[in-house]
C-alpha cells in the first residue's frame, strides 16, 4: 500500500494526497486520483469534494498543540 498523507489546510479543505478508497454512508465508492481535496466548510456544491466555494467566506486555521 503506498503512503498517503492529510493536511489541512489553513481556511480551505483537507488535501488527501496517495490512493485511497473514499467510501459513503450508504457503502458507494467514490473515484479519487493520486490528490483528493474534501470540504470541510460545508459550503460546497459538490460534497464530500472541495468546489473552492469556501474562499469567500471560511476561515479557519487548524494547529497541533
Known amino acids: 500500500m ?3 498523507k492529510i493536511t489541512v489546510t489553513d ?3 483537507v488535501l488527501v494526497k496517495g490512493d485511497i478508497e473514499l467510501v ?3 457503502g458507494k465508492k467514490y ?3 493520486g490528490m483528493t481535496a474534501l470540504c470541510r466548510c ?3 456544491s459538490n460534497k ?3 468546489d473552492g466555494t469556501h474562499s469567500s467566506d471560511f ?4 494547529r497541533v498543540d
Open 2 to 4: 503506498s503512503d498517503v
Open 11 to 13: 481556511n480551505g479543505p
Open 24 to 26: 459513503d454512508g450508504e
Open 31 to 33: 473515484e479519487t486520483k
Open 42 to 44: 460545508g459550503l460546497s
Open 48 to 50: 464530500p469534494f472541495c
Open 59 to 62: 476561515k479557519s486555521c487548524v
